[in-house]
């Protein structure tokens, strides 16, 4: 079975500041690993994905994610925060079967 | 090129009413899924559709509700007899792949539906 962990329901950053959301997934298989952002009233948009090619995954908006096999970790990370980047982030693993499966969420907020 | 479009955003109905989610993916691709997404949580897998075929509908939580995709394009989300736990977010996404693990899904809005 497979399953997401996010270890942080809310994550609050000042502006300019990095931004960390942590992830941990369980996977029979070797996953593919997905983020993807959800704001307000709205449907959920791809930042990046690992598919077992190069484990330092480059996104959109400045995001980039780390697959680590050894600890089951696939973190996400920006170097700066922006007002915009609040959200909701969700981690997503996929197995050989079709289905995702979605973490719990992780709310990011930015204060000025 | 239009992404994927959900019908209605948001769809009030009394329990023990029936209701009836459209969606349309964008344009050619295969696989269509549906999510249901309770308020504070992450979507949760409800079936799949490769074209017209329904392929995995064990996410479906009970058998008031019924999916289809006749014509392997449009897809209809059907709840009979709704009670107030069907209250949520009901997420369409589709993939131009057949279902393959590394091949991202294109989420649209979703339909926000409030059972009284």
């Known amino acids: 079975a497979q399953s997401v962990t996010q270890l942080d329901s809310h994550v609050s950053v000042s502006e300019g500041t990095p931004v960390l959301l942590r992830c941990n997934y369980s996977?029979?298989?070797?996953?593919?690993l997905f983020w993807y952002v959800q704001h307000p009233n709205k449907g959920l948009q791809l930042l990046l994905k690992?598919?077992?090619?190069?484990?330092l995954v480059k996104g959109i908006n400045g995001f980039e994610a780390e697959f680590k096999k050894s600890e089951t970790s696939f973190h996400l990370t920006k170097p700066s925060a922006h007002m915009s980047d609040a959200a909701e982030y969700f981690c997503?693993?996929?197995?050989?079967?079709?289905?995702?499966?979605f973490g719990p969420g992780t709310r990011l907020s930015v204060l000025p | 090129g239009a992404g994927v479009s959900q019908s209605p955003r948001y769809k009030v109905a009394k329990r023990g009413q029936d209701v009836a989610l459209r969606c349309d993916p964008i344009?050619?691709?295969?696989?269509l899924f549906w999510y249901q997404q309770a308020l504070g949580q992450g979507p949760e897998f409800l079936t799949y559709?490769?074209?017209?075929?329904?392929?995995?509908k064990s996410g479906l939580p009970s058998d008031r509700f019924f999916a289809e995709r006749p014509e392997g394009s449009v897809s209809t989300l059907k709840i009979q007899r709704t009670q107030q736990e069907d209250s949520a977010v009901y997420l369409c996404?589709?993939?131009?792949?057949?279902?393959?693990?590394?091949?991202?899904?294109?989420f649209g809005d979703g339909t926000r539906l409030s059972i009284l």
């Open positions: 997503v693993v996929n197995n050989y079967g079709q289905n995702f499966v």
């Open positions: 996977s029979s298989y070797s996953p593919s």
């Open positions: 344009s050619g691709h295969v696989s």
């Open positions: 996404a589709s993939s131009d792949g057949t279902g393959a693990r590394n091949q991202p899904q294109h």
């Open positions: 559709f490769q074209n017209e075929a329904q392929l995995d």
């Open positions: 690992y598919t077992s090619a190069a484990t």
